[in-house]
T-cell receptor
Framework: GAVVSQHPSWVICKSGTSVKIECRSLDFQATTMFWYRQFPKQSLMLMATSNEGSKATYEQGVEKDKFLINHASLTLSTLTVTSAHPEDSSFYIC?????????????FGNGTRLTVT | GENVEQHPSTLSVQEGDSAVIKCTYSDSASNYFPWYKQELGKRPQLIIDIRSNVGEKKDQRIAVTLNKTAKHFSLHITETQPEDSAVYFCAARAVRGGYNKLIFGAGTRLAVHP
């Protein structure tokens, strides 16, 4: 149980275009989902906390107008990288926690490798 | 803000030896400490976790200890095997403004040599 599906697993886009990444909790409801970014050989950096039905909470230094997050349902959160630039190339991973269980561990999606040319 | 420091950044051991990875956290309100294993190009996988009301937890060859006073926790892997080779991340969860956040350490690249 507690499967998180992330799509696409990899994407290549041209500079200036936008890319949408989906994160779905397949067999549970997730009131809160988290979006992380990971550069090669580095740690997972929390970008934002996505809350169903409300605005996302962004970490300091993360541009909310560039990384648009929508959490329209209890099983789906999306991250849109707008006007992508080569420096946005990274590994983006979403995670989710079972609804109502703040002490439960995070379950991660498979990640999306974004390459901006 | 919240910070988690992890050491060492790389660790090389012989098969059968033990490996220890240490982390310290800054937020005294942190109450949950998971450890994740990440293989190249894959998602992080939870291997063990500990809550602040417990000092030690063990699961077969893996154990985690927590010292709340010193604000540090450690991962211990005994009888290491080549398949233990991966990057290990510690994390600490804190509650701020009503939101739970999981902050990760920088990671430890463990290499187990046959």
């Amino acid at each position: 149980g507690a499967v998180v599906s992330q799509h696409p697993s990899w994407v290549i886009c041209k500079s200036g275009t936008s890319v949408k990444i989906e994160c779905r909790s397949l067999d549970f409801q997730a009131t809160t989902m988290f979006w992380y970014r990971q550069f090669p050989k580095q740690s997972l950096m929390l970008m934002a906390t996505s809350n169903e039905g409300s605005k996302a909470t962004y970490e300091q230094g993360v541009e909310k107008d560039k990384f648009l997050i929508n959490h329209a349902s209890l099983t789906l959160s999306t991250l849109t990288v707008t006007s992508a630039h080569p420096e946005d190339s990274s590994f983006y991973i979403c995670s989710a926690r079972l609804r109502g269980e703040i002490s439960s561990p995070l379950h991660f999606g498979n990640g999306t490798r974004l390459t901006v040319t | 803000g919240e910070n988690v420091e992890q050491h060492p950044s790389t660790l090389s051991v012989q098969e059968g030896d033990s490996a220890v990875i240490k982390c310290t956290y800054s937020d005294s309100a942190s109450n949950y400490f998971p450890w994740y294993k990440q293989e190249l190009g894959k998602r992080p996988q939870l291997i063990i976790d500990i809550r602040s009301n417990v000092g030690e937890k063990k699961d077969q060859r893996i154990a985690v200890t927590l010292n709340k006073t010193a604000k540090h926790f450690s991962l211990h892997i005994t009888e290491t095997q080549p398949e233990d080779s991966a990057v290990y991340f510690c994390a600490a969860r804190a509650v701020r403004g009503g939101y739970n956040k999981l902050i990760f350490g920088a990671g430890t690249r463990l290499a187990v040599h046959p």
